[in-house]
């Protein structure tokens, strides 16, 4: 089976760095892409990684280990409008785009 | 004007009723995806397409069909709608000739099945 797993949810205060993991189990994998979605909102695209290690992309930085299957999203300098839910996406195998979601992880930036 | 729009944003529906969802681009991608979303299980594929001559079955795709009218146009259809497919629906797009693996997101459907 194919399966990702992420926290539920996560708190943290404004300026502060926050990291969401993400462990994965599929059948082939190609990368793990990264997505954020406010209030039930259109998810939009973060990150994606292909090969191991640290991608950085302003206050958001995305982590990959193929070896360990697990990545995370690392959020800096946060802000009130980082709340939000966060995925986490496995490009399966085959010459494909096809996505596996995670189940989301709900991140609550407080004052 | 939005790159990826879905109608209706918002359908209430009776069971057994047939429902058709709509999706348009105008990005110019050659893949469309539709997807379904429910609280806690986040996003589960239904169909994809290639191309207008290339459809794929996803996750979840019984009970659901879909018609690729046109590059731009992608439509979801429930033959005869059912409570458990109340839900979140989104449409998606990607580019294979960019190498690219980012997916654009239409704003939605939210369809509840009475």
């Known amino acids: 089976g194919q399966s990702l797993e992420q926290p539920s949810e996560v708190t943290a205060v404004e300026g502060a760095i926050v990291q969401i993991n993400c462990t994965y189990q599929?059948?082939?994998?190609?990368?793990l892409s990264w997505y954020q979605q406010h209030d039930g909102g259109a998810p939009t695209f973060l990150s994606y990684n292909a090969l191991d290690g640290l991608e950085e992309t302003g206050r958001f930085s995305s982590f990959l280990s193929r070896s360990d299957s697990y990545g995370y999203l690392l959020l800096q300098e946060l802000q009130m409008k980082d709340s939000a839910s966060y995925f986490c996406a496995v490009r399966g195998g085959g010459a494909t785009n096809k996505l596996i979601f995670g189940t989301g992880t709900l991140l609550a930036v407080q004052p | 004007d939005a790159d990826v729009t879905q109608t209706p944003r918002n359908r209430i529906t009776k069971t057994g009723k047939r429902i058709m969802l709509e999706c348009s681009q105008t990005?110019?991608?050659?893949?469309m995806y539709w997807y379904r979303q429910d609280p806690g299980l986040g996003l589960r594929l239904i169909y994809y397409?290639?191309?207008?001559?290339?459809?794929n079955k996803g996750e979840i795709s019984d009970g659901y069909s879909v018609s690729r009218q046109a590059q731009a146009k992608f439509s979801l259809s429930l033959e005869s709608a059912i409570p458990n497919q109340t839900a979140l629906y989104f449409c998606a797009t990607s580019d294979s000739r960019t190498g690219s693996y980012e997916q654009y997101f239409g704003p939605g459907t939210r369809l509840t099945v009475t």
């Open positions: 599929t059948s082939g994998f190609y990368g």
């Open positions: 397409s290639f191309d207008v001559k290339d459809i």
């Open positions: 990005k110019g991608h050659d893949r």
